[in-house]
């Protein structure tokens, strides 16, 4: 979907002020329609009428109007003054300064091109089981387990695969202990909209959630927040981001996969992506597919998206760098930098400095600047501020040939 209108010019780098009265007609407009919505399905569960729909499956992945009273692009509750759906709408007008704020108490100077950070590290699990399932390092996991241990949580709105996983098929769940932390460890690279599992969390009575997401989920709660969406957003009390920069249509599976390179879904074992996608098969097999052939895949909630690196949660974790078994994970809040310093403290988790990566962090730096010049230029821009790019380095000069003559010297 190309973006057909953005929110009117005099909105541009302006903040909403005043009392709040955007409801479905508004989001309809400037977030559903126009490109900018990522599926993330904070508005489904945010509707306290329950007339938003959802489809989680390939081709959906996007919100809509469920009563036919005034057609798909009107909500007869909104206009009798329900606002819900955009206080939860992490993409709705200026969320991102709002977000910021509210977490930070401050926005995000240009210069933060990664978004506020404490501090950055590396860090993997210390349980060799826990480790051995993580994607990475094993710390979202480990953080879950912990976080339920010591009572922060009573439950984590994750993504588990469907049935024995062999159709790798994504769906929203919750983790109440350890063991149904480590059957949702590991990363899905098709849309998992965790925050669908809420309803289910509050079916069985959980009060402390920890949320699981990429960026486009966990600005959600801070915005919810800051625009004082009510109860919703309450049980949110920890909040891990995943790095990302895309995710991929479930149709990749069987048109890419499969149909190219003869690996059937139900085959697979494990993927990651880390420059290629890897796809590990179950009788031992290894197979890399070019990136470059699975753009044609990409979701098309993602084609907007300005935040790579989660940039709202008190953690977020990836998976970039030469340290293929350590999560790169940037500390963002004081309940991000309290947790991980008593998970230190207690032995759960390893920990090293960024430093021993710098090209990881430089990595973040650059896709996180991908990822904010895909923001409209019709939309607020605030996702846009950034530094002027790094210079490019001259190209080596080609060696001269042989017999060549030798350079002049400079100034000579
Ligand atoms: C769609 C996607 C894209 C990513 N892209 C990048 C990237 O470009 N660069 C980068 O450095 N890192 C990326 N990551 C993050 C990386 O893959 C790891 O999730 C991260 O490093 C944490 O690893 P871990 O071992 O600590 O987590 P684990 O302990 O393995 O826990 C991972 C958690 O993520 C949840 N999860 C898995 N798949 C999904 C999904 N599809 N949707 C929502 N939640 C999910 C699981 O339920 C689990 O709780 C991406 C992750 C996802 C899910
Ligand atoms: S971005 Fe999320 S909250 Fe906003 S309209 Fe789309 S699904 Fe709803
Ligand atoms: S790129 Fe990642 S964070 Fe952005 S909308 Fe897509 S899935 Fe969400």
């Known amino acids: 979907?190309?973006?057909?209108?953005?929110?009117?010019?005099?909105?541009?780098?302006?903040r909403e002020e005043g009392r709040w009265t955007h409801q479905w007609a508004e989001l309809h407009a400037e977030v559903i329609t126009s490109g900018l919505c990522t599926g993330c399905s904070a508005c489904v569960i945010s509707?306290?009428?329950?007339?938003?729909?959802?489809?989680?499956?390939?081709?959906?992945?996007?919100?809509?109007?469920?009563?036919?009273?005034?057609?798909p692009s009107d909500c007869s509750h909104g206009q009798k003054g329900c606002t819900s759906c955009t206080r939860?709408?992490?993409?709705?007008?200026?969320?991102?300064?709002?977000?910021?704020?509210?977490?930070?108490?401050?926005?995000?100077?240009v210069e933060e091109i990664h978004g506020i950070a404490e501090q950055t590290l590396?860090?993997?699990?210390?349980?060799?089981?826990?480790h051995e399932l993580g994607q990475d390092g094993g710390l979202v996991?480990?953080?879950?387990?912990?976080?339920?241990?010591?009572?922060?949580?009573?439950?984590?709105?994750?993504?588990?695969?469907?049935?024995?996983?062999?159709?790798?098929?994504?769906?929203?769940?919750?983790?109440t202990n350890k063991e149904e932390v480590l059957a949702a460890a590991g990363s899905r690279y098709t849309y998992c909209a965790n925050w669908l599992a809420y309803d289910e969390a509050m079916d069985k009575g959980l009060k402390d959630l920890a949320l699981v997401g990429m960026g486009c989920q966990t600005s959600a709660p801070p915005v919810m927040w800051s625009r004082k969406i009510g109860?919703?957003?309450?049980p949110v009390k920890f909040n891990i981001g995943l790095l990302c920069s895309k995710t991929f249509d479930d149709r990749i599976f069987d048109e890419l996969f499969d149909a190219k390179y003869g690996i059937p879904r139900h085959t697979i074992k494990k993927m990651n992506i880390k420059g290629v996608f890897q796809l590990w098969t179950h009788d031992g097999g290894y197979h890399e597919v070019p990136l470059k052939e699975c753009h044609a895949w990409t979701r098309e909630g993602c084609n907007h998206c300005p935040d790579f690196a989660a940039e709202h949660a008190d953690i977020s974790t990836g998976g970039i760098g030469k340290f293929n078994d350590w999560t790169l994970t940037v500390v963002r809040t004081e309940l991000g930098r309290e947790?991980?310093?008593?998970?230190?403290?207690?032995?759960?988790?390893?920990?090293?400095?960024?430093e021993e990566d710098p090209a990881a962090v430089a990595l973040m730096d650059r896709l996180s600047r991908v990822s904010r010049n895909r923001w409209p230029d019709q939309a607020i821009g605030f996702p846009k501020r950034m530094p002027p790019p790094p210079p490019k380095k001259p190209k080596a000069a080609p060696a001269p040939a042989p017999d060549a003559p030798p350079a002049t010297p400079a100034g000579g």
């Open 122 to 130: 590396l860090v993997r699990a210390a349980d060799d089981h826990v």
């Open 231 to 234: 109860k919703v957003g309450k």
């Open 141 to 175: 996991s480990a953080i879950l387990i912990w976080l339920l241990d010591e009572g922060y949580i009573d439950g984590a709105l994750v993504s588990y695969l469907e049935g024995d996983g062999s159709t790798w098929r994504a769906k929203p769940g919750v983790a």
């Open 47 to 71: 509707c306290p009428h329950d007339v938003i729909g959802y489809e989680h499956r390939e081709g959906g992945y996007r919100p809509f109007h469920l009563e036919d009273e005034l057609g």
């Open 339 to 354: 947790v991980m310093t008593r998970m230190a403290k207690a032995g759960v988790i390893l920990v090293k400095p960024a």
């Open 88 to 109: 939860a709408c992490p993409r709705f007008r200026d969320w991102e300064p709002a977000a910021d704020e509210h977490l930070f108490g401050r926005t995000r100077e």
């Open 1 to 14: 979907m190309t973006v057909i209108e953005g929110p009117p010019a005099e909105f541009d780098l302006t």
